[in-house]
């Protein structure tokens, strides 16, 4: 059963290198003579069933995947959306989920000089998207999470320039930092109360006249 955002109840996360032994699986699986556009299409339709099935490995692929179309179509979501399919564009309350169930201990974050190679079970996620795994953590009251996140944000402006998937960061946390809607059928805050009008002011005695002088 979905949550009403058409978020998949959570059953399992996928290592990186298992979802891309799958859809590399499954890329070789297409019809040759598909066209480019038909080969994304039915991709990232197999990608979706296996995220709707719970296993939110898959997210994270779809989630890049829909940021990936979007920087080629020059911003358009609805061009993604055409490409990926009615109802399957990969959207905030799709991306929060995935990020406050991504294992952060198992994510694999290479230092500058590393050469190894991440462990199977490792989770290997793009920039932007550790950022709002970040994001999502502290909010949630996780201090190292917060830390992590002022850390890699103070390097934002410099990466911004290099990096166009900065700005789909940049969007999650808007999103998320936004003001909660009032429940639905909650009733709207009640208007503060006009302010009494002023008494108005007391008439001024007319001045008295002083008596006219007679001439003797």
Known sequence: MSDPSGVPTFKSFSATMRVDVLISDWRSELDPELTVEQKETALYGRAWEAYQEGDFGFGLW????????Q???QGSVREVTRVVGQGRYF???HRRAVAERVPLERVYRPRKGDMSTPRTDAYVLPQYQLLCVYLVKAQSGDP?????LEI???????RRRADRFVTH??????LLERPAAPPAGSAPP?????PAAAPPPEPKPKPKRAPRRTSP
Do not use: M
Request: include cysteine; aromatic fraction near 14%.
């Open 190 to 194: 009640a208007a503060a109360p006009a």
């Open 152 to 158: 890699s944000v103070g390097e934002l402006d410099e």
């Open 169 to 174: 960061f940049e969007t999650f946390r808007r």
């Open 62 to 69: 779809l989630w890049h995947e829909c940021d990936r179309l």
């Open 144 to 148: 190292k999470s917060k830390a992590l």
């Open 71 to 73: 920087n080629a179509f």
């Open 91 to 93: 959207g905030f309350s």
